[in-house]
């Protein structure tokens, strides 16, 4: 499986985006058990901004009835594995830098939303210590994801500034994926330091990339490579991690427009695109009995010519079961 994994990144390179922004799958996120929900929420609020990406959220299930889901099948998993299995829904919105111009503001980020269901698997071989993750996500991108009622919404009750141009965002068009993220732990000092490498792939009409990079993790935490879990009532971990990664490039419908439906007003064109996009995730969990409780703060390289970095903070409430 590895040697698969590897041999796809290396033949894909040349023709591959971070359009997808939540992440719920990596380990130093981890639940203990197999039956949890999970809510997370982003906005560019903590990171003291208002365009780009600037909200989402996501909403998972974890519960081992899903390995009767028909998507469930198509997912990779590892050999003689400890596997978990779930589903999530999945919604963001991007606006421009000004979000009170009624007029297409040419040279920047267009309007855009999207909504995504999601089947995913992740399995675990205590062993060799690596987790593989797979997730295909259907939805739509365009105004039926409803990311401009909710953001004027949300404005409305917080007295923020009115979004004027939502009728130049990206058209309907279906968002289909998948995903595979692969990870290995390189060293760990049992509650004081971790070391993980983290790759993926992610291709389809949302959004194509590999992703490489790694995640140091220090405090007191249960190894989420271990042969077995802690019991939800033995369960007490306090840590924090940082996470540098780099995006190789391919396509981003909420930037270049749907695959399906190129009559989109506005998107930026290919050749506007930053390839090579760094991102780094900075971020604090306190997970006590069957609680999960994590901060994070998320930075953004240009992802297009003339475009701006970004920084978003967003925060992750759990219960396990």
């Known amino acids: 499986m590895r040697k698969f994994i590897s041999g796809l990144l290396l033949f894909l390179y040349p023709f591959l985006s971070p359009a997808q922004r939540i992440d719920n799958l990596v380990s130093f996120r981890n639940i203990s058990g197999d039956k949890y929900v999970r809510l997370h929420y982003d906005n560019d609020f903590w990171g ?46 991007f606006t421009p830098t000004i979000i009170a111009s009624s007029s297409i503001l040419f040279n920047d980020r267009p309007y855009a939303g999207v909504i995504m269901l999601k089947s995913f698997s992740i399995s675990v071989d205590t062993i060799h210590r690596t987790r593989l993750s797979s997730v295909i996500s259907t939805g739509m991108i365009g105004p039926v994801a409803f990311a401009g009622p909710m953001q004027k919404k949300i404005h409305t009750w917080t007295g923020d500034a009115e979004p004027m141009g939502w009728q130049f965002q990206i058209k309907n068009d279906a ?35 590999i992703q490489a990079g790694a995640t140091l993790t220090l405090g007191k935490f249960d190894s989420p490579f271990a042969a077995t879990e802690k019991e939800t009532k033995q369960n007490f971990q306090l840590y924090l991690y940082v996470q540098p990664l780099i995006n190789f490039v391919g396509y981003d419908a909420t930037m270049q427009g749907g695959i399906f439906n190129r009559d989109s007003p506005y998107t930026i064109k290919s050749s ?50």
């Open 48 to 93: 003291k901004s208002d365009y780009y990406y600037t909200q989402g959220y996501n909403l998972e299930v974890v519960q081992p009835a899903f390995k009767n889901n028909p998507l469930s099948h198509t997912l990779l998993k590892l050999k003689n594995s400890r596997v978990k299995y779930g589903i999530a829904l999945e919604h963001y919105g």
């Open 272 to 321: 506007q695109i930053n390839r090579l996009v760094y991102q780094n995730s900075l971020g604090a969990v306190v997970n006590f009995r069957n609680i999960y409780l994590e901060f994070n703060h998320v930075f953004l390289s240009k992802e297009f010519k003339e475009g701006k970095t970004h920084q978003w903070g967003g925060l992750r409430i759990g219960v396990a079961f």
């Open 175 to 209: 968002a289909i994926n998948y995903e595979v993220n692969f990870e290995k732990q390189l060293f760990n000092i049992p509650n004081i330091i971790s070391l993980n490498t983290n790759s993926q792939i992610r291709l389809g009409t949302l959004s194509d990339k």
